[in-house]
């Protein structure tokens, strides 16, 4: 992509109506533009980044067996009334009506939905377990949406449902996305502790949230900070293994502000290693056993010829809430440095080089590799502008490009000024970068 034809619409200053760093640096980078309260659409470099971060969840599902589904945004009030959520899930529910007068709703989520699609279709054990997720947009009216993306009414969200015949089984599925859930994470280069929450009025008896830690967080949360230091085999999905793996995490207290009791924190938890903070829930998992398949009537015969309600939790990942998440964590806003993780950058690189009216040398240059980089399925974007060299370099420590190929005083014949940010420049010939690129590409 040239610069000169791409559409962000960077600002010059901070947004005022911003009030902390990764709303302040989405609109600043014309990575957003807000719609009404709440409400946002997703410009060219902020969708590239949330379609980034939408794919590794999606890989990681399917890692883990689930299958995709794309289930409607409106539904019917019908399946809600039978699970009885219809006047219990309140004003954050989006309801309108039809031309023929039937209740509808913008799904805030979606465990009656899945049920009905579950119970229509699935009669037998033998077709069990089933992991069947989506990715799809929500509504909840929230109270007082801000921040940005972070708390907006409408928002992008992957929810996955499990349903098992036992709750021996139920739980295995439910370590299965445990253990997808600190992957995914891992891959966006986050770390995300999870830790026993409320079930909510998604309700039931087992719940984790996963949380990354940011003074900007809305979540309370109380820890043990040795939890940071658990280690895991990435690799193994058996039944043992990973009951071993949520164990290991639960071995230490760490809980959000609902479940926190004093006296337990400061019994179980040395005072050294007591951590309270903040934190961004990214991601929640449930396990709630038969509290829909019971209202909703989805029920599977068993091996011995009896029939029972199917065992079934949820679990959600804020897909584009992700995308403000990270940049809390990676965003240098007194410097105004970010740095996007190679896996969901907005661009691979940036060649930058230096033009004047009378000099077009280094731009011819920078044409010519970024054929080679785009050849090598390298995402490039080449600043083609005459903006003066200073105010280009200010504006690409902004988009946290990981990579920068300077090209002016410094680019020596075959060599180029290369620099990953936040790391000292070196020069290297198109080759070595490509590969340098490559190779990292090939270990997310
Ligand atoms: P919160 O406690 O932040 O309101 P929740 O517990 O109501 O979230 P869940 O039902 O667990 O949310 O939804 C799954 C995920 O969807 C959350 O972990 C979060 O990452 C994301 N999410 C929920 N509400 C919003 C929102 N209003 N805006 C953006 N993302 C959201
Ligand atoms: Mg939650």
């Not at 989405?26 to 409400?39: N, V, Y």
């Not at 309140?90 to 579950?118: A, H, S, V």
């Not at 009537?297 to 065992?311: E, H, I, Q, T, Y």
């Not at 080449?382 to 370099?393: H, I």
Request: with cysteine; glycine share 6%.
């Amino acid at each position: 992509m040239y610069f000169s034809k791409a559409f962000i619409p960077i600002l010059k200053n901070n947004p005022t109506e911003a009030k902390i760093k990764s709303h302040k640096l989405m609109l600043r980078t014309g990575m957003i533009k807000q719609s009404s309260a709440g409400i946002y659409s997703w410009l060219p470099l902020g969708f590239k980044i949330m379609k980034k971060i939408e794919k590794i969840v999606r890989e990681e599902q399917n890692k883990i067996g689930a299958q995709e589904i794309l289930m409607p945004t409106i539904q019917s009030s019908e399946i809600w009334k039978e699970s009885g959520r219809y006047d219990d899930y309140g004003d954050e529910m989006l309801r309108i009506k039809d031309r023929q007068n039937r209740e509808m709703l913008y799904g805030p989520t979606n465990e009656e939905l899945i049920t009905d699609i579950f119970r229509s279709n699935i009669k037998s054990y033998k077709s069990l377990p089933q992991l069947l997720y989506h990715i799809q947009w929500k509504f909840r009216d929230e109270l007082r949406p801000r921040f940005g993306i972070m708390r907006c009414r409408e928002f992008y969200m992957k929810d996955a449902y499990s349903f098992d015949i036992n709750d021996d089984e139920a739980l295995y599925s439910y370590n299965k996305f445990f253990l997808s859930y600190l992957r995914t994470f891992k891959r966006l280069t986050l770390t995300a502790i999870p830790m026993a929450a409320d079930t909510g009025p998604i309700g039931g008896n087992l719940s984790h949230e996963f949380i990354i830690l940011a003074e900007t967080g809305e979540s309370k949360i109380f820890t043990d900070k040795r939890i940071f230091d658990v280690e895991y085999d990435q690799t193994t999905v058996e039944k043992k293994s990973l009951e071993d793996l949520r164990k290991k995490y639960e071995f230490f207290y760490s809980v959000t502000d609902d479940k926190f009791d004093k006296q337990e924190f400061e019994k179980k938890v040395s005072s050294e290693n007591r951590l309270i903070t903040k934190g961004i829930e990214v991601g929640h998992i449930f396990y709630f056993g038969d509290k829909y398949s019971k209202p909703l009537n989805a029920s599977v015969d068993l091996p011995g010829g009896k029939k029972d309600f199917v065992k079934m939790g949820s679990y959600g990942v804020g897909v584009s809430r992700l995308v403000g998440a990270i940049i809390e964590a990676k965003y240098n806003e007194k410097d105004e440095i970010m740095k996007w993780p190679l896996s969901v950058a907005p661009y691979e690189v940036a060649i930058i080089p230096m033009i004047t009216k009378n000099e077009t040398s280094n731009l011819k240059k920078a044409e010519k590799i970024y054929k080679i980089l785009n050849s090598k399925k390298i995402d490039t974007i080449l600043d083609d502008t005459d903006e003066n060299f200073s105010s280009k370099m200010k504006k690409f420590n902004l988009l946290g490009i990981p990579y920068q190929i300077i090209i002016g005083k410094k680019s020596d014949g075959d060599l180029f000024e290369f620099k990953e940010i936040g790391k000292d420049p070196e020069n290297l010939s198109i080759d070595q970068i490509a590969k340098l690129i490559n190779n990292q590409k090939e270990q997310i």
